[in-house]
């Protein structure tokens, strides 16, 4: 495993109970040997389960099986249950057994229907993945289901990520608590297309499915779809978020609990972009005054995305022309002497030209820093958007390398 993330969190978030989910972990040797590569996630009956899930075409029979089984009746509960070491993608009809075979075997082991368990699976693409040892284990861990385990499910899932990620939250709704935790993976493969990695989220709040839906659908677009490490969008990013009632307390269309659901959310997309493979620099890219929001998101992507930029970050050069590239070739509208760029409070350049107060040993002292704001007014219009990236350094080319040896 590499080394931990010189922007990772100090410290893991001491989560709380959520009552009706239940947890546990295993070692399934699916394809890692000597660590926990499988979680389930078992919930209690009427608990509503909604969910985003990547728009690759290419993506895995495990997101299908989601997909078709999003909307299903609650009233039995749900089960999670996914894997590291193997994505079961790309791998045919052979995926879909292995996907039916889970389903149906933790099916008979918790007496859910199929229809309401759930599975994910992360890792390596165009490997049949060996099923029978997930199964194998079911017996184990449906016999050391615990509240307090959520921790342990955030190792679990984990493939060249450097930590674990959670987040939590906690409000109070007519003078009782609602709580919220989440867990993620990802590290390399992020440039979400509705979704994003593996994410788990899980309250006790009381909410109908739809509306939960509609809430998560509304902030996945506003945290984790606005985040990238490398422009590649994985073909098993999945986000579900499970609610158990267990509170007995009614959120929807609550303020404070959609604010500290987008909170709990942005935590973990942040987190994810932390441990950007090889990742020494955490970026935010603030685009202002385009002529619309989409071209705004359409201008800061093509910024964070670009190879120029980012290995820009890595080498501590600000190099700005690299910005001015980026802008220009994005498809956006956008006019020379109309845009301006900012490092920061640092004004680098503006009306097609470097500012007169710009100084590049100013430049070059702030790109030294571990995180660091982008900023750019395209000048045309109201349109803003904000994207978070990390810079690509040799690591992420040694990691990714040595990926499957």
Request: with cysteine; glycine share 10%; charged share 20%.
């Amino acid at each position: 495993m590499p080394p931990r993330s010189p922007l990772a969190p100090a410290e893991f978030p001491a989560l709380p109970v959520i009552g009706g989910a239940r947890f546990a972990i295993a070692e399934a040797g699916v394809r890692y040997k000597g660590r926990p590569d499988v979680m389930l996630a078992l919930l209690d009956p009427g608990s509503v389960v909604a969910g985003v899930f990547t728009r690759s075409a290419t993506r895995s029979a495990n997101v299908l099986d989601c997909q078709a089984k999003i909307g299903t009746d609650s009233s039995a509960g749900a089960a999670i249950i996914v894997n590291s070491g193997n994505s079961n993608a790309f791998t045919g009809r052979a995926g879909e057994g292995s996907v039916a075979a889970i389903c149906e075997a933790v099916a008979e082991q918790t007496g859910l229907p199929a229809t309401r368990v759930f599975t994910s699976s992360t890792g390596v693409i165009g490997e049949r993945l060996p099923h029978d040892r997930i199964t194998a284990k079911l017996a184990e861990l449906t016999g050391k289901l615990d509240a307090a385990t959520l921790p342990d499910a955030a190792r679990a899932i984990m493939t060249t990520d450097t930590f674990p990620k959670a987040a939590t939250a906690q409000i109070e709704v007519d003078g009782k608590p609602v709580k919220i935790a989440g867990i993620a993976k990802g590290s390399g493969m992020i440039a979400p297309d509705m979704a994003t990695m593996l994410v788990y989220i899980f309250t006790d709040a009381k909410i109908a499915r739809a509306d939960l839906q509609a809430l998560v659908s509304e902030l996945n677009a506003k945290t984790f779809n606005n985040i990238t490490v490398d422009s590649d969008t994985s073909t098993s990013d999945t986000l579900l978020m499970a609610a158990t009632g267990a509170s007995g307390v009614d959120v929807a269309w609550n303020a404070e609990f959609t604010q500290a659901l987008y909170g709990v959310m942005l935590d973990l997309a942040h987190q994810v972009v932390r441990d950007g493979e090889g990742a020494t620099k955490f970026v935010t890219v603030h685009v202002t005054g385009a002529a619309s929001e989409d071209d705004a998101r359409t201008h800061a992507l093509s910024i964070a995305n670009s190879p120029l930029v980012k290995t820009a970050l890595a080498g501590e050069d600000p190099n700005w022309g690299r910005i001015v590239m980026a802008v220009g070739k994005s498809g956006a509208a956008a006019d020379r002497d109309t845009l301006s760029i900012s490092f920061g409070e640092l004004l680098v350049a503006e009306k097609g030209w470097v500012a007169e107060s710009y100084r590049e040993e100013d430049g070059a002292a702030y790109f030294k820093r571990p995180e660091i704001e982008i900023l750019v007014d395209i000048g045309l219009g109201q349109g803003q958007a904000t994207v978070w990236t990390c810079d690509l350094t040799h690591g992420y080319i040694q990691i990714n390398a040595d990926y499957r040896s």
